[in-house]
């Protein structure tokens, strides 16, 4: 894990979001992606938001970041309660909060907030990215850990997405 392949990732999940903003129909949004209720439209509404993520990510290791979107803050807030952060719950509330938003719009916010993290990300030295995240952030005990992770997901999320949609 580097910062160039951290913001290569991030620019890939760009092009992949804006080339099916380009290629999806209204139809094609509603079929399944994953098992269990997630289409495609709510799997990009759950992309959309990780360069939220990272701008949090980064603001919680304690550099000067920008604000995460208020209203992605508010549902953090409340799907965390004594037993931690309920991961399914908040990512079902987003894809809510964001079902209206097209294709695109969910793409340009991609974009908006990865092009709120790089410039931080690019100042990043080896001891920053070694830095342990109090609290962790999932799995990821250290900021370039955490980091490369999101673009990764992203990218993940997205191959999924062309995998349900090459299924007919």
């Not at 992949?16 to 709510?42: F, P």
Request: glycine share 6%; with cysteine; net charge negative.
């Amino acid at each position: 894990m580097n910062i160039e392949s951290i913001l290569a990732t991030m620019q890939r999940a760009e092009e992949r979001m804006d080339d099916l903003a380009r290629r999806l129909s209204d139809a094609s949004v509603q079929k399944e992606c994953y098992a269990g209720g997630w289409n495609i439209h709510a799997c990009l509404c759950h992309v959309s938001t990780h360069g939220d993520s990272m701008v949090r990510i980064l603001k919680n290791a304690g550099l000067a970041a920008p604000e995460s979107d208020p209203k992605l803050t508010a549902l953090r807030e409340r799907w965390t309660g004594a037993n931690g952060f309920d991961l399914h719950g908040y990512n079902d509330a987003v894809a809510e909060e964001r079902r209206s938003m097209s294709v695109q719009d969910l793409a340009d916010a991609l974009r908006r907030d990865h092009a709120k993290a790089a410039p931080l990300i690019k100042q990043l030295t080896a001891t920053d990215l070694a830095r342990e995240l109090k609290p962790r952030v999932g799995p990821w005990p250290t900021l370039g850990e955490a980091l490369a992770h999101m673009p990764s997901a992203e990218n993940g999320h997205l191959d999924d997405i062309e995998a349900a949609l090459s299924r007919g």
